[in-house]
Structures are given as C-alpha cells and as structure tokens.
C-alpha cells in the first residue's frame, strides 16, 4: 500500500515550458487535492477533484490545468510555466470532504519544481 | 470566507516540556472540523490531530491535545513533553462549508516552527 505517490520529486524548468505532475492513490479514495507550498504562505489549493472526470478551482488556479481521467491519478498541469510557479507542489487525497467528516487528508510527499 | 491565523512563526521549547501552537479561526459556518498537520524537515505532511465543531469534549491523541475553545474560535494545539523529533512546521487547518455540495476543502495557516533543544 504506497498510499499517495507524486512524480517527479524534482525538476527544472525554464520559462514557457510545459510540464505535468502526477499523483496517483491506492486508497480508493474519491477526493483529491493539489496545493503549492511557498515560504511563509503555508498550503494553498489549486485545483481539487471529488470524483473521477470531475475537477474544481481551488484558492490560486491561475496558469494551472488539471485532469481527473481516472478515479486513482490526478494529473496538475503547467502549460506555460513562469517563475513565479517556482514552488513544492503536494497532492493530497481524502475518502470523504465533508465538513464535519474526521477523514484527514493523505499528502504525496511532494515535487520541488523551480522555475528559471 | 474561512480564514486561519497562527500567529506564532516560530517557537522554542526545551526536551520534556509542554508547549502550546497557537491556532484562530474564522468561520459563519456552524459545521467545521479543525486538523493540525506537522511537516518535519523531510518535508512530508503528518496528520496529527482532528476536532469537529459540534465535539464534546477535546480532542486527545497521545502526546498532542486540542484545546479548543469555540466562543473565541480558536484551536491550540499543546505538545506534553517535547520530544527533540517534535522539532517540526506545524500547520493548524480547517475545513468548513459543504452544506449543499457535500464536500468541503481544507484552508491551512501559515505554519509555526517549532524547536525542541534538548
């Protein structure tokens, strides 16, 4: 059971390429999540999906895309990729997001991208 | 809107000490739960501990407790005897909302720092 996996773990880009991150879960789990982390800014959603071929804007989508093909992978996508998208990037997954549900989040162990 | 505050960068504690990470939130929604993550240097998320809004009594899970106190909306977290593996990033988190949709997602604070010296 590897529970949620990211690929790659790092990589560098320069300006206006494009690139596709991966995360893929083995919990079955209906919920996934993709968060930037900066320094000084804890997590902050960028896209989320709550079933397979659905997908929603998070906090800060802008220059990202995703795809939810199928229910275990959860692809975060960067068309044209600027420096400001120099981050750590997370995937997470959740079997239930209800306000009140207890189910904690399961995070990837993350993807260091820099962007020169 | 949901909004977190920790308004502790960073902390200091000595090796068998209790210590307490500071979380406030602010929420119209009368159903919400309330998770603290750590975040070890390695840089992996661990979920620690989970309150629900309408919970009794506060929430327990070994070493960490959650002090939480709704009238002034705010969610402590409190180590009991520090460990030098405590020394960490500490992420107070709150998901509210989903009343019509049935799902809701998670806001995170900015994180405390917090170091444990022997």
């Known amino acids: 059971n590897a529970g949620v996996t990211q690929t790659p773990k790092f990589r560098v880009l320069k300006t206006g390429q494009s690139m596709t991150l991966l995360c893929a879960q083995d919990m079955n789990h209906e919920y996934m999540y993709w968060y930037r982390q900066d320094p000084g800014m804890g997590l902050r959603l960028i896209h989320y999906s709550v079933g397979e071929g659905t997908t929603a804007k998070g906090e800060v989508p802008d220059g990202y895309n995703v795809s939810r093909l199928k229910k275990q992978n959860f692809l975060l996508g960067l068309e044209s990729a600027a420096p400001s998208q120099t981050s750590v990037y997370f995937c997470?997954?959740?079997?239930?997001?209800?306000?009140?549900?207890?189910?904690?989040?399961?995070f990837g162990p993350g993807t260091r991208l820099t962007v020169l | 809107a949901q909004k977190i505050t920790q308004t502790q960068p960073g902390m200091f504690v000595q090796e068998k000490e209790a210590v307490t990470l500071d979380c406030t939130y602010d929420t119209s929604d009368p159903s919400y739960g309330l998770f603290w993550y750590k975040q070890p240097s390695s840089g992996e998320m661990i979920f620690l501990i989970y309150q629900g809004s309408y919970d009794q009594q506060n929430a327990t899970e070994g070493r960490y407790s959650l002090n939480f106190q709704k009238a002034r909306k705010s969610a402590n977290l409190v180590i009991s005897a520090s460990q030098l593996g405590d020394s960490a990033m500490y992420f107070c988190a709150m998901r509210d909302g989903g009343m019509n949709s049935g799902y809701s997602t998670l806001t995170f604070g900015k994180g405390t720092m917090l170091l444990v010296s022997p």
């Open positions: 997470a997954s959740s079997y239930t997001a209800g306000a009140l549900s207890y189910n904690e989040q399961f």
